[in-house]
DNA sequence: TTGTATGCGTTATCAG
DNA sequence: CTGATAACGCATACAA
């Protein structure tokens, strides 16, 4: 356990200041270049480490980010970190992470050790029931940046980071149509959440210009666990009249789904066909693959921590770009394609 | 942006040293309880936050574990994650987390970075092609304590956490066996790493208990993608004898092999019977479920941050234990099962 | 039980 | 281009 090494001891060996190896380590432009490489040889030589406990006591900033987001374990938000993490590595951040598991109270508490912990930003996917952002106040009167992504509310004091979930909704619907479906459930989540509440809009808005009907019985509001799964697919046989379409809005429930409905007789996609939302690995393994909506979760969390990071360097002014909105994708597979094109064939 | 708050200005208002409101804070024994409550109400009321960064200087510790894992966008390490995470919070840890995907020179990279952190622990689960653990002398010589969990070295400064590797790949093995298989073919990774090395280690000693042969032919050391396991049905079909049984040793490649050995007319489990390992949450999603290792994520997680640290508390010695292993779990489902109990219906 | 004084390692300001 | 010096906010040894 050796003694730590501080700029005064490089100071000392060099026969300079202490100022000026800081200044030298910092690449400060008024310090000669040779003495630079010098100590940065030095540096290195003693095994030198920069404090940066010192550092950030005496600047004003932690380079820091923390990130609070519903659940670790899910495929989509683990891309989502990833794109994070590798942003803000390659910005020397540091990135302190924590879930709020679904629930307010415990995004509140993870918000406190955020502001304890004085990061300089912060990167949010919002809880299910959370309804408002006054637990992120001590942010905002402090001026440090909030940034939502996924799943938002709209605040003028802070970027949006979303896909546009009711075009993504409609475009789902709207294959489901193409298709021939004229019966077309939706399963989604807390309507209390932008991307549920948006995405039964776009789906609400492809029935009514297509003249189909919709209404309670074919609108399920659930939390899209497995076992919402496998309820749905009871519910559908106990239905008069079953659905022929399925847009739900998460593919691990929709996958589910899938493999109930085949167990319990119906053909998918020809008796019902089915669109998810995310591409999850998941709609690529089951049969036949899941039709989805391809959401960018790697490149969402890219553009998040750079946004964050570009404003804490003065790059970009939160208050003029309010929301930013990645494109999504459909990705037609098996599980909704009746309308087979015989002309690709050889 | 007010004036922050410190101990100083706690101290004025109370007419009392910035020591005592000091220690008053730090529930310091030999200070009065009537003096620690007011300073905790006063501190309360005026908004006081407390400086870690002064704070960390002063003590020589981050309240800070670092965390290098393989890959973020896995369901395996987001449940392990989310179990750290849950154990770190209630300690007031705060977690850095950094990913190697897979390459050892990230993994130094990491490693730095942390070590620059001045984390006070680490935790970390090893990149396919590490084979040593040089890169960690920096934390050894300053006695940071070394967590390896999964994926380990087996090393005498360190504790790992990890399961029964080879019993769980013996198990597998033998539940093939019992159901009537005489040609099983094994699934791995890299071999440099124990966790595929002990499987298969485990898969070969069933086979030589129950004169099974095995041979190179069916051993096949993969990537364990998804491609990989197309690959792999192309394979089984190019063999002259297919395999009567499959031991995959991840269940995403796992299920993406029975998606498509059914689609190529092999009939799971009767042609070929399949056991995964992870228990992953697709292998309910899939027909049939899928047979795997339960493997206990968010149990490791909660162990390995918890030992950290309790080592970190003084509670546990490293040198005394030295290696933890978590139990495993067969857990069968329609995949393997070709023996059907008849007696368990009415 | 409380107060005084000091230093943790940096960096910013000011002066040369 | 470089140096001296003063904070940054806290925790502790020592004193009372």
Not at 65 to 83: E, K, N
Not at 222 to 242: C, E, F, H
């Amino acid at each position: 356990m050796q003694k730590e090494i501080t700029i005064y001891d490089i100071a000392k060996q060099l026969e300079l200041s202490p100022a000026t190896v800081s200044r030298a380590l910092n690449d400060h432009p008024a310090i000669n270049q040779n003495t630079k490489t010098l100590v940065a040889n030095k540096a290195m030589e003693m095994g030198y480490r920069s404090n940066m406990f010192a550092s950030n006591l005496r600047r004003q900033r932690t380079k820091t980010i923390g990130v609070i987001v519903p659940r670790l374990d899910s495929a989509f938000m683990s891309t989502v970190l990833s794109g994070m993490e590798k942003v803000a590595n390659e910005s020397s951040y540091n990135l302190i992470i924590s879930q709020s598991l679904e629930s307010v109270t415990k995004e509140i508490a993870n918000a406190k050790t955020m502001f304890d912990s004085r990061v300089d930003g912060l990167l949010v996917s919002l809880a299910s029931d959370t309804d408002n952002l006054d637990h992120f106040n001590t942010f905002f009167r402090k001026g440090i940046p909030l940034i939502l992504f996924d799943r938002v509310i709209a605040q003028k004091n802070c970027i949006n980071i979303v896909i546009d979930n009711q075009k993504a909704g409609y475009d789902a619907t709207i294959h489901l149509i193409n298709q021939g479906c004229k019966r077309i459930l939706h399963v989604t989540g807390s309507l209390k959440r932008n991307v549920y509440a948006d995405r039964l809009r776009g789906y609400k808005l492809a029935l009514l210009e297509h003249g189909l009907t919709g209404g309670a019985e074919l609108e399920r509001s659930t939390n899209l666990t497995r076992q919402d799964g496998l309820d749905l697919v009871n519910y559908i046989k106990s239905m008069a009249i079953p659905p022929d379409g399925l847009f739900i809005a998460s593919d691990f429930c929709a996958a589910t789904c899938i493999t109930a409905l085949k167990q319990s007789g119906f053909s998918v996609p020809t008796d019902i066909a089915v669109v998810g939302f995310n591409d999850d690995p998941v709609s690529l393994v089951i049969d036949p693959g899941l039709t989805t909506i391809h959401y960018p979760g790697q490149e969402m969390g890219e553009i998040a921590a750079q946004s964050l990071i570009n404003h804490l360097n003065g790059l970009l002014r939160l208050s003029t770009t309010n929301t930013i909105l990645l494109n999504h994708e459909l990705v037609v597979r098996g599980s909704s394609q009746r309308v087979v094109s015989q002309s690709t064939l050889p």
